[in-house]
């Protein structure tokens, strides 16, 4: 089985922001390239690999494009560009909080994703930026969910990568969430909670089980009226969704939240997305101590969630 992904190289160029994948050429039966592309790639049609081949959007390790008619070489690599003939277009726009030599810090709208993935490439966080900043290097050292708003950090520098990366996977950043929920006048706040979450049966979704703690949130109330409040959260661990899943198994389900507690179906293949619901999920804060330059860094995205909207729109 060949293995794809985005390909962290400098000397392939990004085209329009987007950064080629790669995908490895095993030993197999295919005689040409083009062959085994159609085979291994089925979703675009072996039509549309031939003209991306001729418009030079596949190439080889040394940058040099493959012709349709190119022999298959197994144990070799090619390197192509993802391209969709349309994607729905997310009406939002990203912010530059921070940016200097190391660091871009950027204030991310909800609904759009921070890398490429399924229906968008060019409607992401990572390619809108790579075209705004002309930074081919950015790379995003954490990731939050499509429908979460908020600070996402990047890296400028291929080579500062491993030690930025490295704060995350270790814990070693501090962040504030800020959320919208169902008020509970009878809880005592703060609340600190703690389970164990592991994958669910539906796609994508976590869910809480018996066993050793792995998720770690503190709770707090800022503020409430007309049975709605504005929390900060603050994960001490990074489990996935991690924030949404400890509010809703506290039956405070994040106003428009659309996974917990009750999947409701995605959006059909080629249909704009349902922009009307937003998660009032939002990555407030990010602070740590940088690794490259030993500053303590602090980031505060400079707005709150609206308490207000949510209640005028809510029965």
């Known amino acids: 089985m060949c293995a794809r ?13 987007v950064s080629p994948s790669v995908v490895a050429l095993p030993s197999g039966p295919w005689p040409l390239v083009l062959d085994f592309l159609a085979h291994r790639l089925p979703k675009v049609s072996r039509a549309d690999w031939a003209s ?3 418009q030079g959007l596949v190439v080889d390790a040394q940058g040099q494009p493959v012709p349709s008619h190119a022999p298959f070489r197994p144990q070799t690599k090619l390197y192509y560009w993802r391209a969709l003939a349309f ?7 990203e912010r530059i909080v921070f940016q200097d030599e190391h660091l871009v810090v950027a204030d991310k709208p909800h609904f759009l994703p921070v890398t490429p993935k399924g229906r968008y490439v060019q409607e992401t966080l990572l390619v809108r930026l790579k075209r705004r900043t002309g930074i081919d290097t950015l790379t995003p050292l954490h990731r939050i969910d499509l429908e979460t708003t908020g600070l996402v950090a990047f890296a400028v520098r291929v080579q500062d990568r491993n030690a930025y990366q490295a704060l995350f996977r270790d ?3 501090r962040k504030t969430y800020e959320a919208i929920a169902p008020h509970d006048p009878q809880r005592t706040w703060p609340l600190h909670k703690v389970s164990r979450l592991e994958d669910s049966a539906h796609f994508m979704a976590m ?3 018996p ?7 503190l709770i707090d109330l800022i503020e409430a009226r ?8 603050k994960p001490l661990t990074g489990q996935r969704h991690q924030l949404r899943v400890h509010m809703a198994t506290l039956g405070l389900q994040l106003w428009g939240d659309r996974i917990y507690p009750t999947l409701l179906p995605p959006t059909p293949e080629g249909e704009p997305p349902d922009l009307s ?12 101590d940088d690794p490259i330059t030993g500053q303590a860094r602090h980031f505060d995205v400079g707005r709150s969630l609206d308490l207000d909207a949510v209640i005028s729109r809510s029965p």
Not at 7 to 14: E, G, H, Y
Not at 87 to 93: A, G, K, M, Q, S
């Open 207 to 209: 869910h809480e089980v």
């Open 52 to 54: 991306r081949m001729a």
């Open 211 to 217: 066993g050793e703690p792995n998720a770690d949130t």
């Open 87 to 93: 994607e729905h277009p997310i009406p939002f726009e």
């Open 171 to 173: 814990r070693a950043v």
């Open 5 to 17: 992904s985005v390909l962290p190289s400098p000397q392939l160029p990004t085209r329009d922001g």
């Open 277 to 288: 619901r937003p998660l009032q999920l939002l990555a407030r804060t990010l602070a740590f």
């Open 226 to 233: 007309g049975g709605w409040a504005r929390y900060a959260l």
